[in-house]
């Protein structure tokens, strides 16, 4: 609006400010039903600038591997996305906003305020900026600014404010969409298509994720240059994304040292330290068995993870009587034991994971029994039907399951 | 369960944090917090009693593994009491790093338990 040729602000009216506030709505309304997160963010940012009468407008996304806030989307500040800005939390502008969850204005923008020199070369000249905060946990910053002096009112705090809010839910649940489909390609890349075949061993695999959520549940199965035959399955602790990730680093490691010693023991120890030094904090449970190239015995250590069920023809289902170990990336210098035991023919053992037994309100006892009670000495595929039947049914599994089921032909 | 609320209380030296029925991912990271404020306190024994958990999944065994680490960083010896729980514990090994009594009074008095409470390198098991 225009006096005499000075600008002024126009006193905003009730009906003035609920357009805005249906502005910003029919942003985030719209965004929710389409999967690119990008484009959410490209509007967002474009109608902020528009409603609040801004020159920029800008997102930066927190990474939590790396506790940067990361430029992601804006306008009229295109250089932040294009030079990757990273800004530490706690620092500079963006920075604060993010560690205090609280809204920053600044009507004075230099070096001394603001650590992202494309801001201030810019010449922008104020900035308001507020937390995009999902589920209690902030997971990004929306700024705007102006090329020339101003300040921003509380109403143009609110409104921003509002903004970010309705965003943040938005931009939560696509964030975690993408994570979950790359979850979910990581897993299927990193669980064996079909098992080696070996000379007299059967195996058969499932995985399931658990209520549609993949987590760092994992098998591995593969051939040494020995002969022998090693057997893998683990779960790390926590689900998603992150989880995956550490599961895929922690079955190359495993394997790596599976090359260089036969030891299942000294294998876990290596990669117990491995995990300590480069995923401190991480936490897994890992079983790792060695057979021998006539598959006649099998030793077993394990880290902290269940005990497989043996079954033979013979004898009915019972728990591997395995030494318990701590789990992998506990305290460092854990002591390793090794089982070793024999393997009759038609002898089948059962590989699984936390999921497979574990129900809330129930005694993991009484997870175990079952699972020993339908285990049987048949054909692993018809075995892991018959297990997933006998556990699972048809109810979602809360938690990701892994199970293998290896047996010496009879 | 709280920090400084109900969770935490003091019989002499020995703080006592009692775990609820049930921890899983869920509540998993509202306990840890607890139980690692509780092991700052420079307690000499700090006791988490699980007599009354029935169901603690890997996300409640990392927070005690954690307590245990930060306990251990400030010289605060970590006891467990755990019955319906004990053979998860001792599954992933939490019972070769500190001693799971049956009853908070036996954790109280401190007693040996079986299972080694430190990791003997040489022992040729």
């Known amino acids: 609006m225009e006096v005499g040729g000075v600008e002024v602000a126009a006193p905003v009216s009730r009906a003035a400010l609920e357009d805005r506030l249906r502005d910003i709505q029919s942003i985030t309304d719209a965004a929710l039903s389409r999967l690119d997160d990008h484009d959410l963010l490209a509007e967002l940012i474009e109608r902020t600038r528009a409603v609040l009468l801004a020159d920029t407008a800008a997102v930066l996304l927190l990474d939590f591997s790396s506790g940067h806030l990361i430029a992601t989307a804006a306008a009229g500040l295109e250089e932040e996305v294009r030079q990757g800005v990273r800004i530490p939390v706690g620092r500079g502008f963006a920075g604060r906003i993010a560690a205090e969850h609280q809204p920053v204005i600044l009507d004075h923008v230099d070096h001394s305020t603001v650590l992202n020199p494309i801001l201030w070369a810019k010449g922008i000249r104020a900035l308001m900026g507020v937390p995009l905060i999902a589920g209690g946990k902030v997971i990004g910053v929306l700024h705007v600014g102006s090329l020339t002096p101003r300040e921003f009112t509380g109403e143009d705090l609110e409104l921003l404010q509002l903004a970010a809010d309705r965003a943040a839910t938005a931009v939560a649940s696509l964030m975690a969409q993408e994570d979950r489909v790359a979850a979910e390609a990581l897993q299927r890349s990193l669980l064996p298509p079909a098992p080696p075949v070996v000379g007299g061993a059967e195996i058969a695999v499932r995985y399931v994720a658990g209520e549609g959520k993949v987590g760092g549940d994992w098998y591995d199965v593969f051939t040494l240059p020995s002969g022998q035959l090693g057997i893998v399955i683990g779960d790390v602790t926590g689900a998603g994304l992150p989880a995956a990730v550490i599961m895929g680093r922690m079955r190359s490691t495993l394997r790596a040292y599976a090359l260089e010693s036969a030891d299942p023991a000294e294998v876990l120890a290596r990669l117990d330290a491995k995990m300590q030094h480069f995923e401190p904090g991480a936490l897994a449970t890992v079983l790792y068995a060695v057979l021998d190239p006539g598959l006649e015995r099998i030793h077993i250590c394990s880290a902290g993870h269940y005990p497989p069920v043996v079954a033979s023809p013979q004898r009915p289902a019972e728990l591997a009587d395995v030494p318990p170990g701590l789990l992998i990336g506990a305290v460092p210098g854990a002591r390793r034991r090794v089982a070793t035991m024999r393997i009759g023919q038609g002898t089948l053992f059962c590989f699984y994971t936390d999921g497979l037994i574990e129900r809330r309100g129930q005694r993991i006892d009484d997870g175990l029994a079952r699972l020993c009670q339908a285990v049987k000495a048949e054909p692993p595929d018809t075995a892991c039907a018959t297990v997933m039947g006998a556990l699972v049914g048809g109810e979602a599994a809360p938690d990701d399951i892994a199970l293998l089921i290896f047996r010496r032909q009879p | ?125």
């Open chain 2, 1 to 125: 369960m709280t920090a400084e609320g109900g969770g935490l209380r003091w019989m002499g030296e020995q703080a006592v944090v009692t775990a609820p029925a049930e921890i899983d991912a869920a509540n998993a990271g509202e306990i840890r917090q607890a139980l690692l404020a509780a092991a700052s306190h420079d307690a000499a024994v700090l006791i988490i009693d699980m007599s009354a958990t029935t169901f603690c999944d890997s996300a409640g065994v990392q927070a005690i593994i954690d307590t245990y680490n930060q306990a251990a960083a400030t010289q605060t010896q970590l006891r467990l009491v755990a019955t319906a729980v004990l053979r998860i514990l001792t599954l992933v090994g939490v019972d070769q790093l500190t001693p799971i009594y049956p009853t908070l009074e036996a954790a109280l008095a401190g007693a040996p338990t079986a299972a080694a409470s430190v990791p003997d390198p040489d022992d040729p098991r």
